[in-house]
């Protein structure tokens, strides 16, 4: 894929997250309005509430791992805490963000990213430790039963391969761009209730 096609499908990321911020979080407004109002009470109430909630973590989360990430830009760690806190919330998927600094924002979308790689092999459930050093990244994928596609995380690897990508898939083909704009090496080792990402 062309530079300035890869960039516009990061920009493209960036635009359709920043325009969906603004009603999710005026939706969000009007949901509390009414709960404090009282006008609306019950388990349909609560169904809205925690729709929108996920939404908003997802479209945070997905605004990190698909939108643009320029070169010397910077995102706070508390930022990227608080997204994948959110992202988490009363999933089947739990999270250890064990980072403690500041980061690039092509280190964190590249973070991002990897985690819905692991969260591909986790249909069950599982536990994700993300650590970093300051030099290397490590994340550890566990679960008691994984979905493990050989093919599918050779594509990070090899990106010419002739295996189908598929929508639910995209993370995986988005790697290779995100690892050439932080200039690192990933190495992937795949067990049967285990998968482990140093880069």
């Known amino acids: ?11 493209l990321g960036s635009r359709i997250c920043h325009d969906l911020i603004s009603p999710l979080g005026a939706i969000g407004n ?4 009414l709960q404090m109002g009282g006008s609306i009470d019950g388990p349909e109430m609560g169904l809205i509430v925690e729709s929108v909630a996920n939404a908003n973590a997802r479209i945070r989360f997905f ?15 508390s930022e990227l ?15 250890e963000w ?7 924002r092509s280190e964190g979308k590249l973070a991002f990213l990897l985690i819905q790689c692991l969260e591909s092999a986790m249909p069950y459930g599982g536990n994700i430790v993300v650590e970093h050093d300051g030099a290397q990244w490590q994340l ?9 596609n050989p093919e599918i995380w050779g594509v990070m690897s090899d990106p010419n391969t002739s295996v189908e990508v598929t929508p639910a898939l995209v993370h995986f083909a988005l790697v290779p761009e995100a690892l050439k704009a932080t200039q690192k090496k990933m190495n992937a080792e795949l067990r049967e ?4 990402i140093r880069f």
């Not at 009007?30 to 309005?33: I, P, R």
């Not at 566990?142 to 979905?147: D, I």
């Open 193 to 196: 209730t285990e998968i482990s």
């Open 81 to 95: 805490r608080d997204i994948l806190k959110s992202f988490g919330a009363g999933g089947r998927v739990s999270y």
């Open 1 to 11: 894929m062309p530079t300035h096609q890869r960039d516009l499908t990061a920009l």
């Open 63 to 77: 605004r990190v791992a698909y939108g643009a990430a320029r070169e010397g830009q910077k995102i706070s760690n």
């Open 98 to 104: 064990n980072v403690l600094s500041d980061l690039p």
């Open 30 to 33: 009007g949901v509390e309005l």
């Open 140 to 148: 550890l994928g566990r679960a008691e039963k994984m979905k493990i």
